[in-house]
């Protein structure tokens, strides 16, 4: 299976440049590292296809030191879905290169 949804709480990163996050669950990263191992690109990030609410757009996870990938989730697509800090989000994910 390469296409996945889950929900979980938007974050903002606490150094600079106001990133926002959706952390992936725990199973689903695993699943990921299982599905794209020899196939990912610079730092372990996976390209995919990510849809919240009815925004769809192309980008990469990346691993954390915590075994979990991170969903960055940008200005446009939270200003779009109306989106807040620490509230669950819907998140369907399409890994891009299987």
Do not use: C, N
Not at 15 to 30: A, C, K, L, M, R
Not at 51 to 58: A, E, F, K, V
């Amino acid at each position: 299976m390469s296409s996945f949804q889950f929900s979980a709480p938007l974050w903002q990163y606490p150094g600079e440049g106001s990133w926002y996050f959706v952390t992936v669950p725990e199973e689903i990263s695993d699943d990921i590292a299982d599905l794209t191992a020899g196939l990912r690109k610079g730092f372990g990030s996976v390209r995919v296809t990510a849809t919240i609410g009815s925004t769809t757009w192309q980008t990469s996870v990346f691993p954390s030191k915590s075994g979990t990938y991170l969903l960055p989730v940008k200005k446009p697509v939270r200003t779009a879905e109306h989106l807040t800090e620490g509230v669950p989000v819907e998140t369907q994910l399409q890994l891009a290169d299987l």
